[in-house]
Nanobody, 120 residues
Framework: QVKLVESGGGLVQAGGSLRLSCAAS????????MGWFRQAPGKERESVAA????????YYADSVKGRFTISGDNTKNTVYLQMNSLKPEDTAVYYC?????????????WGQGTQVTVSS
């Protein structure tokens, strides 16, 4: 069984920074991409950032471009999200996910989430 565990969430003032981490454990697997998603109360889950190991590319939602940076190590199936200049609207539960199918857009494994709260 594969388990993804996020850490690094917390309470921060607007303008502050947090670094989220996601580590995989359990059965060995090869991921082709990993990503971060978030879900705020009353809203649908949205994609925040993603990194494709196979393409060597990154993706960012417009709302976080220039503020968030995704990085990671595909050999360890770990991914990080450096979040700077945080805004109250960034408050949400943040989830990491891993994609194990090379030609699929679906994420196969998900973490339990970590809460990020940005106060104004």
């Amino acid at each position: 069984q594969v388990k993804l565990v996020e850490s690094g969430g917390g309470l921060v003032q607007a303008g502050g920074s947090l670094r989220l981490s996601c580590a995989a454990s359990g059965r060995t697997f090869r991921s082709y991409a990993m990503g971060w998603f978030r879900q705020a109360p009353g809203k649908e889950r949205e994609s925040v950032a993603a990194i494709s190991w196979s393409l060597g590319s990154t993706y960012y939602a417009d709302s976080v471009k220039g503020r968030f940076t995704i990085s990671g190590d595909n050999t360890k199936n770990t991914v990080y999200l450096q979040m700077n200049s945080l805004k109250p609207e960034d408050t949400a539960v943040y989830y990491c996910a891993a994609r194990v199918q090379p030609a699929s857009a679906r994420y196969d494994y998900w973490g339990q989430g970590t809460q990020v709260t940005v106060s104004s």
